[in-house]
């Protein structure tokens, strides 16, 4: 068990540093292009950010996370391939990100003149479309380390390498006057491309006899694919609905205050990268009792790493709050709010990893659904009465019902309670 625990923090502490270094690089990113290109170009760049992953999380139908779960099991990956999952996830993925990337350019002046009415941003999104590809390999790419659980190439592939090949392209652009701010954008599609083709090379796309149908691979990652989109819809609900029913400036007040927030999301999304693959291997192995004690020190981990954080956040709320400006105080009870859910998140943490690496995928989907149709709806009865607060305390529900029906079907199917 001590042998578990030295694992876990072992690798979450590899995976964590990384993380806060590759967030270090792109703080030093948003300054450099803010500085030399202007605050309308850096909001440009983040919205062609946000699609981009948002389309990469859509197209990429969910495989990526499904091949995590493939390659922790024996009978798929033993150092090598056993069957042939990889070459087909990679075959789905390519003609899913040609389409994406057809799509993408043939509605450019949909997203960019109608919705977010822009003059620039169609000719941004065409970028976008001639690399979307290899950002979907990418993504492919970076969750297959993850599921041979070599989490120091995984962290140096996402949070590190990209970063700075898009420090290296944009000072190499700029050192030869091309200065143009579509240079910026050819910078971050370059870095994301080039670590994406570089990871094809890793992934072993070779032959073998063992088929893995592709109907199976489809039946295993659609659920995981609307999981993933219910709960971006969920943490996107707030900003959205906040954006039709209150002031600019509360929808800025509630942003930064969830921003602050967010921070305990750190420790929560680095111990689930290392705790997913293990999850999906013990259940293959069908080792239950180790399963049971690698989730409670995933948990205790969380916990005991994101108390203090929270902690600081409640009690310097308004000198955190106060560097965004006297305004943003108001965002008080807000950043409360949301530290309290994102702790019952630390508290259950890994419940939403342990059902989709149990074939259990499918009671998750529904779960995220009901989450979202709760959040919305609470959105819309609390934001007229109680503007942002009301926004907070939506999201705070929202969580506690996913975390806590969570737990309820991790115990009824697997046995155990899989809290701290």
Same mark, same amino acid.
């Given at each position: 068990?001590?042998?578990?625990?030295?694992?876990?923090?072992?690798?979450?502490?590899?995976?964590?540093?990384?993380?806060?270094?590759?967030?270090?690089?792109?703080?030093?990113?948003?300054?450099?292009? /803010?500085?030399?290109?202007?605050?309308?170009?850096?909001?440009?760049?983040?919205?062609?950010?946000?699609?981009?992953?948002? %389309?990469?999380?859509?197209?990429?139908?969910?495989?990526?996370?499904?091949?995590?779960?493939?390659?922790?099991?024996?009978?798929?990956?033993?150092?090598?391939?056993? /069957?042939?999952?990889?070459?087909?996830?990679?075959?789905?993925?390519?003609? %899913?990100?040609?389409?994406? /990337?057809?799509?993408?350019?043939?509605?450019?002046?949909?997203?960019?003149?109608?919705?977010?009415?822009?003059?620039?941003?169609?000719?941004?999104?065409?970028?976008?479309?001639?690399?979307?590809?290899?950002?979907?390999?990418?993504?492919?790419?970076?969750?297959?380390?993850?599921?041979?659980?070599?989490?120091?190439?995984? /962290?140096?592939?996402?949070?590190?390498?990209?970063?700075?090949?898009?420090?290296?392209?944009?000072?190499?652009?700029?050192?030869?006057?091309?200065? %143009?701010?579509? +240079?910026?954008?050819?910078? +971050?599609?370059?870095?994301?491309?080039?670590?994406?083709?570089?990871?094809?090379?890793?992934?072993?796309?070779?032959?073998?006899?063992?088929?893995?149908?592709?109907?199976?691979?489809?039946?295993?990652?659609?659920?995981?694919?609307?999981?993933?989109?219910?709960?971006?819809?969920?943490?996107?609900?707030?900003?959205?609905?906040?954006?039709?029913?209150?002031?600019?400036?509360?929808?800025?007040?509630?942003?930064?205050?969830?921003?602050?927030?967010?921070?305990?999301?750190?420790?929560?999304?680095?111990?689930?990268?290392?705790?997913?693959?293990?999850?999906?291997?013990? +259940?293959?192995?069908?080792?239950?009792?180790?399963?049971?004690?690698?989730?409670?020190?995933?948990?205790?981990?969380?916990?005991?790493?994101?108390?203090?954080?929270?902690?600081?956040?409640?009690?310097?709320?308004?000198?955190?709050?106060?560097?965004?400006?006297?305004?943003?105080?108001?965002?008080?009870?807000?950043?409360?709010?949301?530290?309290?859910?994102?702790?019952?998140?630390?508290?259950?943490?890994?419940?939403?990893?342990?059902?989709?690496?149990?074939?259990?995928?499918?009671?998750?989907?529904?779960?995220?659904?009901?989450?979202?149709?709760?959040?919305?709806?609470?959105?819309?009865?609390?934001?007229?009465?109680?503007?942002?607060?009301?926004?907070?305390?939506?999201?705070?529900?929202?969580?506690?019902?996913?975390?806590a029906t969570a737990v309820y079907y991790v115990k009824k199917h697997l046995g155990f309670w899989a809290l701290l």
């Amino acid at each position: 068990m001590k042998s578990d625990l030295k694992y876990l923090i072992h690798n979450s502490s590899l995976t964590f540093i990384l993380r806060i270094l590759g967030m270090g690089l792109g703080y030093l990113i948003a300054i450099y292009i /803010s500085k030399f290109y202007g605050a309308e170009v850096f909001g440009r760049y983040s919205i062609l950010v946000t699609f981009s992953q948002f %389309s990469i999380m859509i197209f990429s139908l969910g495989i990526p996370i499904a091949v995590v779960k493939l390659t922790s099991e024996t009978q798929h990956y033993n150092k090598t391939p056993v /069957s042939d999952y990889l070459v087909r996830a990679a075959v789905v993925l390519l003609f %899913s990100g040609l389409v994406g /990337s057809l799509l993408i350019y043939t509605t450019s002046n949909l997203f960019g003149y109608t919705i977010f009415h822009d003059s620039q941003l169609p000719e941004a999104l065409k970028y976008l479309s001639y690399f979307f590809v290899f950002l979907i390999f990418h993504n492919f790419g970076t969750q297959f380390l993850s599921g041979t659980k070599n989490f120091l190439a995984y /962290s140096l592939s996402l949070f590190i390498f990209p970063n700075i090949l898009f420090f290296v392209f944009l000072f190499l652009f700029r050192s030869l006057q091309l200065i %143009s701010e579509f +240079y910026v954008l050819l910078s +971050y599609l370059l870095s994301l491309s080039i670590v994406g083709l570089s990871l094809l090379f890793v992934v072993p796309l070779q032959k073998v006899s063992k088929e893995y149908p592709f109907r199976n691979l489809i039946k295993l990652s659609f659920p995981i694919l609307l999981s993933s989109a219910f709960l971006s819809i969920s943490s996107w609900t707030d900003i959205f609905m906040l954006g039709t029913m209150a002031t600019k400036a509360e929808v800025g007040i509630y942003s930064a205050a969830y921003k602050l927030a967010t921070i305990t999301l750190l420790v929560i999304l680095t111990v689930n990268i290392i705790i997913a693959p293990k999850i999906a291997e013990l +259940y293959h192995l069908n080792n239950m009792k180790q399963l049971k004690s690698e989730v409670r020190n995933a948990n205790r981990l969380m916990t005991y790493l994101t108390v203090p954080i929270i902690i600081v956040l409640l009690l310097f709320r308004k000198f955190l709050l106060g560097w965004f400006g006297i305004a943003f105080l108001s965002g008080e009870l807000v950043l409360i709010l949301m530290s309290l859910g994102f702790l019952v998140n630390a508290f259950c943490g890994t419940v939403t990893h342990i059902l989709n690496m149990t074939n259990y995928q499918k009671i998750l989907r529904n779960l995220t659904l009901a989450m979202a149709i709760l959040n919305i709806s609470l959105n819309f009865l609390l934001i007229p009465k109680f503007g942002i607060n009301g926004a907070a305390a939506a999201s705070l529900i929202s969580q506690v019902f996913l975390n806590a029906t969570a737990v309820y079907y991790v115990k009824k199917h697997l046995g155990f309670w899989a809290l701290l």
